[in-house]
């Protein structure tokens, strides 16, 4: 037996893509190995090469460090071993004179520019520069001296101090110090070597391989002793440098950051001296490093440009012949397609009150010969409006749209299909906007539904007829009353306004006898077909003075709460009057069933509240809630009660209609009901799309 799905149009579609997809995977596979395989192997390889680069920087700025490390560790153990000597030797009780003979009498180097002995109190007592008998130089405030001041002569570690400017040599360098001591053992001096920054700043620059190299010598503070960088300097403070902490942590680190200095980003090496309190860095700078790559990275690129192009001559040719080979075939698959569904849809626009039309822009035009029936000159028309060009301009998928519309001498309600136009390649058929719609006349079918809602609205009307005599019977009593008093009052000769008293009384109560009547009038009248902006509230109002009556009969209270200023809803409102009279009158039912189950006398109570509740559009919601105490309703047919003829109701007292017409009724006005059982009974909520934005509003509760 034959499948009618594989003669689909959406069945074709899939064989056709069947038929081209592994064309399309075999050619994209083919680009992406052209274009991708290429270029990624040059890639890696130049990346390889770059961290060799990288590496090999690394590994020369090591060894450069290690070596300047022990060169200045050889430059300050002459020097330190002169300090240590002299300590070993001085005589506390020396003069000045002797003291500056002593200095005299070593070789120093001449990186040491001065040789000089401080007393206890940081006052210089001989240089070697010049015999003492001058100014008194008082150097206790130097950084280098008040390290020294005080400590044991014995178990003082060399100091080599920040970058300062001598006093008396005045030239810019670092001291080396020791403390001096007594006879006894004791504090008695401070012996001081300066030693030029100049000497290490031009051995620096004189290693330098390129502008911006970095060679550094850094204290243990984080303060720089001498930089030769594209400019020297020093003083500098790193000591929030990456570098600078993990060499201080590890005796070593890799130095690869962005200079705090000079802002050059450089890799390289830093060293900790495991003699002295110092360490040196040497840094390439990466602009540098990367350029070692430069001639590597022209060729392998050049390789990879030249091996795609060739690749991808290939691939093209190659493409072309398979989609010349394929063309024939999709355009006879799509003519045979195209075909069929022109076929089908002739035979949907020969159905009475269907109407198949193509949108272009050149109009709207019929698909099919069903071109003279009403839906089809209606159509067009709609179809050839701004209204209906506006929607369809937005238009990225299929959209369900309903339109009342015209033909000049009757309305007709049309749900419709509209869809965008695309080609069974996938491609858009024709212009982007063209699109089809299919239309369906539902005018007949809300006829009906309106001759059903007309016949719940009668059957409420006659299930509250007791009620309303009772409600019409009030009035005529007070009137028969006023009436009778009134003549009495004439036959006794009372004044006139006695008689206006009761004649006044009889026109009110005439009055609310109208009213009740042309509410029942109105409420019994065959529904607008045209939804209308309408306030909840009025619909609650008429529904309780339809029901009212029947509730204080049965000793019901109906409590309303209504917020202030609510924005109005598009309904039919004597369709949302019956609506909340079903609501009601199932609330009432539920009521009169518990009492007759409790064992006392149960107040029956009956909350309508209406209030407007924030949206994710720009504009609101109108809640309406009818809660009671009715005893709530059984978990297992809350999802059922919606259903057309259920019903929880003995035998002839519910048809099992009300709340599958109220459900539909609400769903038509765009909005939703929904039930839910409370702690003391029932709550239906119904919720219907605001014409504007909430405003909020406590509310305002009467009693019925």
């Excluded at 070596?67 to 200045?72: C, D, T, W, Y």
């Excluded at 198949?356 to 159509?379: F, I």
């Excluded at 009055?511 to 077909?529: A, C």
């Amino acid at each position: 037996m034959p499948n009618p799905e594989a003669r689909t149009p959406e069945a074709r579609n899939k064989r056709l893509r069947r038929l081209l997809d592994p064309v399309t995977v075999m050619l994209g596979s083919l680009v992406f190995l052209v274009g991708v395989i290429p270029f990624t192997a040059a890639l890696v390889l130049y990346q390889l090469h770059s961290r060799a680069q990288l590496e090999i920087a690394e590994t020369s700025a090591n060894r450069t460090a290690t070596l300047l490390l022990r060169s200045f560790e050889q430059a300050i153990e002459p020097i330190d071993a002169l300090l240590i000597n002299f300590a070993n030797s001085y005589d506390a009780g020396a003069t000045p004179q002797q003291i500056y003979e002593a200095l005299r009498s070593f070789s120093l180097p001449t990186a040491v520019v001065q040789f000089s002995v401080v007393d206890k109190d940081g006052v210089l007592v001989a240089s070697n520069l010049a015999p003492p008998g001058g100014e008194r130089v008082d150097v206790s405030d130097r950084e280098h001296i008040r390290v020294q001041m005080g400590k044991d002569p014995g178990g003082g570690d060399l100091f080599i101090s920040k970058p300062v400017l001598g006093r008396v040599s005045k030239k810019w360098t670092i001291q080396l110090t020791r403390p001096l001591g007594d006879a006894e053992g004791r504090y008695a001096g401070i012996i001081v070597a300066s030693y030029a920054i100049s000497d290490f700043i031009d051995f620096y620059k004189q290693l330098r391989t390129e502008d911006q190299m970095l060679i550094s010598l850094i204290g243990r503070d984080g303060v720089v002793r001498a930089r030769a960088a594209a400019e020297t300097s020093f003083g500098d403070d790193v000591s929030k440098s990456p570098s600078y902490q993990e060499a201080l942590r590890r005796g070593f680190s890799v130095y690869n950051q962005v200079s705090a200095v000079d802002g050059v980003e450089r890799v390289g090496y830093t060293l900790l001296s495991a003699k002295y309190p110092i360490l040196v860095t040497v840094a390439y700078s990466l602009a540098f490093v990367q350029q070692q790559s430069a001639g590597f990275r022209v060729a392998i690129w050049s390789t990879a440009l030249g091996l795609s192009a060739a690749l991808l001559i290939v691939v093209l040719l190659g493409a072309r012949y398979l989609r010349l080979q394929k063309r024939l075939e999709a355009e006879e698959v799509q003519h045979r397609a195209r075909r069929r569904e022109a076929n089908v849809l002739e035979a949907i626009s020969r159905v009475p009150g269907v109407a198949v039309m193509q949108v272009t822009e050149d109009g709207a035009g019929t698909v099919g010969t069903a071109s003279g029936e009403p839906l089809s000159t209606v159509m067009r028309t709609y179809l050839d409006s701004s209204r209906f060009r506006a929607f369809a301009s937005r238009l990225t998928g299929p959209k369900l749209r309903s339109e009342h519309l015209s033909d000049g001498t009757r309305e007709l309600e049309v749900e419709m299909v509209v869809a965008p136009l695309v080609g069974i390649d996938k491609g858009p058929l024709g212009s982007d906007r063209d699109v089809v719609v299919f239309a369906v006349d539902q005018t007949q079918r809300r006829v009906e539904e309106n001759k059903l809602y007309q016949m719940s609205k009668l059957a409420s009307l006659g299930e509250v007829a007791t009620g309303l005599a009772h409600e019409i019977n009030q009035p005529l009593g007070v009137i028969r009353l006023a009436a009778a008093n009134a003549l009495t009052g004439m036959s006794r000769g009372l004044p006139p306004e006695h008689l206006a008293g009761k004649l006044d009384r009889i026109l009110q109560q005439t009055v609310r006898m109208s009213r009740i009547i042309d509410h029942m009038r109105i409420f019994g009248r065959k529904s607008d077909e045209r939804l209308q902006p309408s306030r909840a509230a009025d619909a609650v109002e008429g529904a309780l003075q339809v029901v009212g009556a029947h509730f204080r009969l049965d000793n019901i209270e109906a409590v309303t709460q209504v917020e202030p200023d609510l924005p109005e809803v598009l309904c039919r409102q004597d369709q949302l009057e019956q609506v909340i009279i079903n609501l009601l009158q199932n609330a009432r039912d539920a009521i009169v069933e518990h009492r007759a189950r409790a064992p006392a006398e149960l107040p029956g109570r009956i909350r309508v509240s209406v209030a407007c509740e924030p949206s994710g559009g720009p504009a609101g919601t109108v809640r309406i809630e009818v809660e009671d105490n009715g005893g709530g309703m059984p978990e297992a047919v809350i999802g059922r009660i919606f259903q057309p003829f259920f019903t929880t109701k003995p035998p002839g007292k519910g048809t099992g209609l009300g709340l599958s017409v109220s459900f539909g009724i609400i769903r038509d006005h765009g909005g939703s009901l929904t039930a839910a059982n409370t702690a003391e009974g029932a709550v239906f909520t119904i919720r219907l799309p605001a014409l504007v934005a909430c405003g909020p509003g406590p509310s305002q509760p009467q009693a019925r």
